[in-house]
C-alpha cells in the first residue's frame, strides 16, 4: 500500500511554530514594559509616602524642643528615640527606606551644624510623575531626577 502526501500541507507546521512564537514573544515583551512601569509608579507612591513620613517626624522633633529655639535631630535614628527626653518620645517608629535605591539608604539634607534638615532619594533616574502633586509637594512639579524630590522641613519664622 503506498500512502500519497498531500502537496499542499508540504512545511506548514514549522511557519506556524515560528509566528507563534514571534507573537507570543512580542506580547511578552509588552507585558514586561507594563510591569515594569507599573512597578516603578509603586516605587514612586512608596518614596512620597517614606520621604514624607521622615519629613513629619523632623518637624514633630524640632517643635518638640525647646520652643523659643528649634532643634534638628544629628542622626536619623534620633527620630526612633529622642535622645533629649529622659522618658520614651518617638517621632517615628522605623526608619522607611529610600525605595529607589537597592540599598534603601537616603541623601541628607543638613544645616550649618550638620543637623538633619531632609532626605532625599540618590536615584538619578527620571521621575514618572510630573505633576499633580498635593500642594506642599508642589515644589517636585517637572523635576527631572528623582533626587530633585526633597522632604527638607523649613521651619517659619513665626510657628518655629
Do not use: C
Amino acid at each position: 500500500m503506498v500512502i500519497k502526501k498531500n502537496k499542499g500541507s508540504k512545511g506548514f507546521t514549522y511557519p506556524a511554530a515560528l509566528a507563534m512564537i514571534l507573537v507570543t514573544s512580542i506580547s511578552l515583551m509588552g507585558v514586561q514594559k507594563y510591569w515594569s512601569t507599573t512597578m516603578r509608579r509603586e516605587r514612586e507612591k512608596a518614596l512620597l509616602f517614606n520621604g514624607g513620613q521622615i519629613y513629619n517626624a523632623i518637624e514633630s522633633y524640632y517643635r518638640a524642643g525647646n520652643q523659643k529655639i528649634g532643634t534638628f535631630p544629628r542622626a536619623l535614628k534620633d527620630l526612633l528615640r529622642d535622645p533629649r527626653f529622659g522618658v520614651i518620645k518617638r517621632h517615628l517608629r522605623r526608619i522607611y527606606p529610600d525605595p529607589m535605591t537597592v540599598d534603601g539608604q537616603w541623601q541628607l539634607v543638613l544645616d550649618g551644624q550638620g543637623n538633619i534638615r531632609g532626605v532625599f532619594s540618590r536615584s538619578l533616574a527620571r521621575p514618572l510623575k510630573q505633576n499633580g502633586f498635593p500642594e506642599h509637594l508642589s515644589h517636585f512639579k517637572n523635576k527631572t531626577m528623582y533626587s530633585e524630590w526633597k522632604f527638607v522641613f523649613e521651619p517659619t519664622k513665626k510657628g518655629g
